[in-house]
C-alpha cells in the first residue's frame, strides 16, 4: 500500500442523482501489474489504484496470494452479479425487473469470465439459459428464403459464436424470441 492508505471519515452521504444530472468524477482507477505498473486491461492486472482527483492522493493494492484474495473474489463476484442485473433492470426494462433475463445476463458475463473474458460494459444476452433452438427457429421464420441454413445450422453457429447469438438476440429476432420464450418484459399498460 501506497501514501495515504488509511480510512477516512464517516461522511453524510451525498444527495441521489437523476439520469438527467451529470454527476462530477471524484476518483480514477487503474489496474495494476505485480511490481505496481498500471496496465490497461483487469486480465493482466494484479492490484488496483485508486486516485483521489480533489486532492491528488493515491491508494495502490496488490492483492496477495490467498484468503485475501478469495476474499476480494467472492466480493468482486457478488458485486458483478448486482451491477450486471441493474444494467439489465435500468437498462432497457426502464426498472422493471425482468428475473428471467437477469438471470441470463448473468449466465452469460459469468461464462466469460469463467473463460477469462472480462466486459466491463455488458454485450447482452446469450448466456446458457438461451433456448439456441427456438432462437434458430425464429430467426430461419424471419430471414424466410435468406436463412443459410437449417435449426442446427444456427444452433452450430450461435454456439460457435457467441457475437453472432448477441447481434440476432438485439435484433428484431430477439424480441420475437423473447416473447414466445416468455422472456418479454411487462406490457406497458402495466407500468402507469
Partial sequence: MTDNATTAPATTPAPATTATDKVE????????DAQGNVVDGIESAAGIRYTDLTGGQKFDYIIPDGKA?????????????TNETSRVRNGKNGGVSN??????????V?????????????????????NMPLLAQVLIEMLGEG???????????????????????????????????????PAVDTLA
Avoid at 428475473?99 to 452469460?108: M, S, T
Fill in 25 to 32: 468524477r471524484r476518483a480514477k482507477h487503474e489496474y495494476l
Fill in 69 to 81: 484474495r478469495l476474499m476480494l473474489a467472492i466480493f468482486g463476484a457478488k458485486t458483478k452479479a
Fill in 99 to 108: 428475473p428471467v433475463e437477469e438471470l441470463e445476463a448473468l449466465d452469460e
Fill in 110 to 130: 459469468f461464462e466469460s469470465i469463467t473463460n477469462e473474458v472480462w466486459r466491463d460494459k455488458a454485450e447482452g444476452g446469450g448466456g446458457s439459459r438461451t
Fill in 147 to 185: 436463412a443459410k441454413g437449417d435449426e442446427s445450422h444456427y444452433v452450430a453457429r450461435f454456439t460457435a459464436d457467441k457475437g453472432y447469438m448477441q447481434k440476432v438476440l438485439k435484433s428484431d429476432a430477439g424480441t420475437e424470441y423473447r416473447k414466445r420464450a416468455n422472456k418479454a418484459g
